[in-house]
């Protein structure tokens, strides 16, 4: 399932906690998609606590709590970890992730938390969602088999890498637009992952937002560059962004565009698609401006000045993404769409 789609899912179990049809969600996909951060995404926009278990790295005493003599009978002290109304708030998301690597004697102490929202005489308070993340046995990561019991207690969701999705995210957390311009020439590159090959450094969605924060350290430094960016994405991959970077020389005046001026398109396929998305970057920061309007139609005049109408219908698609419905209410849009009628426009 697409993230766009997840998170819809993820939004609509939270919510169901108040009417208590709430579903326990296991979100199963390879390492480095961003599986952690898609529920972190959901704590934020709800502005309630996340509680992030890793389950992989305790022992069954760490969930079950330490048992004390009180009287002639024992008693159990809960985790301070686990969900407390007073302590982290009446509402919430309980993450347990990783819990594929968890080894089965602490799976199992997981069992009656998960189905059943207790443990002994602890409960999870009634506004907190459970949700949880693991890899999947196929790649490499250190993974358990999910025992029966402990699956019947979810519902499960395959992650799907999605370049517009990443993209319009990487738009949102202002990640370098030359990360976002290759990513568009070599779609490929998002996620390239071969476990046969057990890989140390590989493309990845959290490897390329390694990548945006070299590019920004290193960019002043070209002969420690390139080492950087195969230190994140890999070797092949480093060198194809690298090399792709030093091109950009090459860019056409962006702020002779945005003031509307007669700029012609470059002919390499690889300048395009970095015009592209610096054009969107640009729809962005306008958002909101007195120019804006301006900016808008200027970018659409240029969006229609491309051979390949195709590269036109990414741009738009994307600044569409990135600021929304008042792209339709700018004039030079109907003429635009007018323009690129034989193309659809969003799948």
């Not at 637009?177 to 490929?188: D, G, N, T, V, Y």
């Not at 659409?300 to 209410?329: N, P």
């Given at each position: 399932m697409r993230v766009s789609q997840l998170l819809m899912v993820l939004d609509e179990e939270f919510k169901s906690t108040d009417s208590g049809h709430h579903t326990p969600v296991m979100i199963w996909g390879p390492?480095?998609?961003?599986?952690?951060?898609?529920?972190?995404?959901?704590?934020?926009?709800?502005?309630?606590?996340?509680?992030?278990?890793?389950?992989?790295?305790?022992?069954?005493?760490?969930l079950r709590g330490i048992p004390f003599r009180d009287g002639d009978s024992v008693e159990w002290a809960v985790p301070s970890m686990l969900p407390n109304a007073k302590r982290h708030g009446e509402k919430g998301i309980l993450f347990l992730d990783e819990i594929t690597s968890a080894p089965p004697s602490v799976s199992a102490a997981a069992y009656q938390l998960i189905l059943d929202r207790r443990l002994g005489d602890y409960q999870i308070p009634d506004g907190w969602a459970i949700f949880a993340a693991g890899n999947r046995q196929g790649d490499r990561g250190v993974t358990y088999s999910m025992p029966a019991p402990l699956a019947n207690r979810f519902s499960h969701y395959e992650f799907e890498v999605n370049l517009d999705d990443w993209v319009a995210w990487?738009?949102?957390?202002?990640?370098?637009?030359?990360?976002?311009?290759?990513?568009?020439?070599?779609?490929?590159?998002?996620f390239d992952f071969d476990p046969t090959h057990n890989p140390v450094a590989f493309p990845s969605p959290r490897s390329w937002e390694f990548a945006h924060r070299a590019v920004h350290k290193f960019s002043s430094q070209p002969k420690l560059l390139l080492g950087a960016?195969?230190?994140?994405?890999?070797?092949a991959a480093g060198i194809e962004l690298n090399a792709f970077i030093d091109n950009l020389e090459h860019m056409?005046?962006?702020?002779?565009?945005?003031?509307?001026?007669?700029?012609?398109?470059?002919?390499?396929i690889d300048l395009q698609y970095a015009?592209?998305?610096?054009?969107?970057?640009?729809?962005?920061?306008?958002?909101?401006?007195?120019?804006?309007?301006?900016?808008?139609?200027?970018?659409?005049?240029?969006?229609?000045?491309?051979?390949?109408?195709?590269?036109?219908?990414?741009?738009?698609?994307?600044?569409?993404?990135?600021?929304?419905?008042?792209?339709?209410?700018?004039?030079?849009?109907?003429?635009?769409?007018?323009?690129?009628?034989?193309?659809m426009l969003y799948s």
């Open positions: 390492p480095g998609v961003g599986k952690s951060q898609l529920v972190s995404q959901i704590a934020e926009k709800h502005q309630h606590q996340m509680i992030d278990i890793r389950l992989s790295q305790m022992e069954p005493s760490d990487a738009y949102q957390q202002n990640i370098d637009e030359k990360i976002i311009a290759f990513l568009r020439f070599r779609p490929e590159l998002l960016l195969q230190a994140c994405v890999g070797p056409p005046d962006l702020d002779a565009i945005i003031k509307g001026q007669q700029v012609p398109v470059p002919k390499e015009v592209a998305t610096a054009l969107v970057g640009r729809a962005i920061r306008a958002k909101g401006t007195e120019s804006s309007t301006e900016t808008y139609t200027n970018i659409l005049k240029y969006a229609a000045s491309f051979k390949q109408k195709e590269m036109g219908v990414m741009l738009v698609s994307d600044m569409h993404r990135a600021i929304g419905e008042d792209l339709f209410a700018v004039e030079e849009f109907a003429n635009w769409a007018d323009a690129i009628a034989d193309i």
